[in-house]
């Protein structure tokens, strides 16, 4: 580790202490003498992911973010979700600390995560991942999201099913409000 501020290659460590789930260490550089923390943590093994076909391959996220991020695609959801979705996939995946998870787990696991936030983006990965075979699966899939709406309230955070049709129904209010 380089000094941050000479980027000398040598400091001593001054203090060590157990962190949360590392090592802190105190260090001073031997060139300026400049003071600096470092911390030391186990890297997280690698996880395998076993596709459909029982292929085995290391697990990928930008592959997970893609996915996400296509499902989501002109969504109006707030900066940053996909980011965040992906990223607490990924800790729970190792918090989980197999070394091989199916990839149906991680497909369930989005699937749970793009229901509670948008319905669209939902279906559009849904329809990816489940590979729905007909019109009429996803169409069942459907239904049962519009049956169990009426059933249960909409969360706050639930973006409305059918935007463009509530943006038609609001326009033609307003139009009406001006003559
Ligand atoms: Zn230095």
């Known amino acids: 580790m380089n000094c941050p501020y000479c980027h000398y290659h040598d400091s001593k460590v001054i203090d060590s202490r157990d962190a949360n789930d590392g090592v802190r260490r105190r260090r ?11 911390y030391e943590r186990q890297q997280p093994t690698s996880l395998f992911v076993i596709k459909k ?12 973010l893609t996915g996400i991020r296509k499902a989501c695609e002109k969504r109006p959801l707030p900066t940053g979700t996909v980011d965040k979705l992906a990223d607490d996939i990924e800790a729970e995946l190792y918090h989980q600390s197999k070394s091989e998870i199916p ?11 793009l229901k509670k936030l948008d319905y669209i983006a939902y279906i559009r990965f849904a329809s990816v991942y489940r590979e729905f075979a007909d019109i009429t699966a996803l169409k069942q899939e459907i239904d049962n999201l519009v049956s169990n709406e009426v059933k249960a309230p909409r ?25």
């Open 28 to 38: 001073q550089c031997l060139s300026c003498g400049a003071r600096f923390t470092t």
């Open 53 to 64: 076909d029982q292929r085995r391959e290391e697990f990928n996220k930008d592959k997970l």
């Open 103 to 113: 990839s149906t787990t991680i497909g369930d696991m989005v699937m749970e995560s």
């Open 155 to 179: 969360p706050v955070s639930q973006l409305p099913l059918l935007p463009a049709e509530e943006l038609e129904t609001a326009d033609r209010r307003r139009q009406g409000s001006r003559r």
